[in-house]
């Protein structure tokens, strides 16, 4: 399957999100367990401090074998929505949540216990759909592409990865301008890394 322009984006999404939530369940708890192993062993030297994952809804691959297998030094975090960028927060399973303007759950505190993107160590992201040159497909809010739109200067960490299933393969994505690519992708069955772009 392959994108087009911007246009083609919307039918795209839909396509991808219903094979994604078409997943067995026996097969998404498989998915999961593989995932993190994937996770736990990428190829980047990832500073200790916080690591962010998400609140898996929507058929979305879970990260919590990732959580819980975390090395000693990682702090996970979950996105809280602060204006229109995304801020983080220490969480642990039992800690209290709220649900934000979508409904998804994100960590009840303070904003003084926020932590800004530049924080995190590495970034574990949600996608819709994803290609083999590092562009990815998400939900089409941005909230990603606002959050670390500094590192398309080549900034150092957080490194971004992408979860998903295989299933959510795609030919090739046209990126937006404003798109952040992924450092690697990691699905049920492969790790995909690629190289950081810099502006010519």
Avoid at 2 to 13: E, W
Avoid at 29 to 53: K, N, T, W
Avoid at 64 to 85: I, K, M
Avoid at 173 to 181: G, K, L, T, Y
Wanted: glycine letters at 10%; hydrophobic letters at 40%.
């Amino acid at each position: 399957m392959t994108t087009g322009s911007r246009i083609a984006r919307a039918p795209l999404r839909d396509a991808l999100r219903e094979r994604r939530q078409g997943i067995a369940p026996p097969a998404r708890i498989a998915a999961a367990q593989s995932l993190a192993r994937r996770l736990l062993s990428l190829p980047f030297d990832v500073p200790p401090g916080p690591v962010a994952g998400y609140w898996a809804l929507d058929g979305e691959i879970a990260l919590h074998a990732w959580q819980l297998g975390l090395p000693p030094g990682s702090v996970y975090c979950l996105p809280v929505l602060t204006g229109d960028t995304l801020s983080f927060a220490p969480w642990r399973p039992g800690d209290k949540l709220a649900s934000n303007r979508y409904g998804i759950p994100e960590p009840d505190v303070s904003p003084g216990e926020l932590l800004p993107p530049s924080a995190m160590a590495l970034v574990v992201m949600p996608l819709v759909g994803f290609d083999l040159q590092g562009h990815r497909l998400g939900m089409g809010g941005g909230w990603y592409d606002r959050s670390f739109a500094f590192r398309q200067a080549g900034a150092p960490p957080p490194f971004l990865v992408g979860a998903a299933f295989a299933a959510q393969q795609v030919d090739a994505i046209a990126p937006e301008p404003w798109d952040v690519d992924v450092d690697a992708v990691c699905t049920e069955g492969a790790t995909h890394t690629f190289p950081r772009r810099t502006p010519d």
